[in-house]
């Protein structure tokens, strides 16, 4: 393997939080999840939603979605049986 080229500047990411969703258990370590991707990702090169002030509609991740390299998703979710590949938040 050669030396890593020079890091592009179109990199964003994108990382939605959810730590209460009505009905489901919270998920007490997303905001920790989100301080960790903090501490590696440059402030203008990442996409928050699930914070106060930040929603995180399904419309809102879909708008990101294009623009972003990678999205992490710290949330509930579910599969569909019939197909298990598919998965979607819950």
Request: net charge positive; hydrophobic share 30%.
């Amino acid at each position: 393997m050669g030396t890593p080229g020079p890091p592009t500047t179109s990199f964003k990411m994108m990382t939605v939080v959810q730590p209460n969703t009505q009905g489901y258990g919270a998920l007490r370590h997303t905001l920790k999840e989100l301080a960790m991707v903090k501490q590696h990702i440059p402030s203008k090169n990442l996409v928050i939603l699930g914070t106060p002030g930040k929603t995180a509609t399904v419309e809102d991740v879909c708008k990101h979605l294009p623009d972003v390299s990678i999205a992490h998703f710290a949330c509930h979710a579910s599969r569909l049986r019939n197909t298990p590949r598919q998965c979607h938040p819950s």
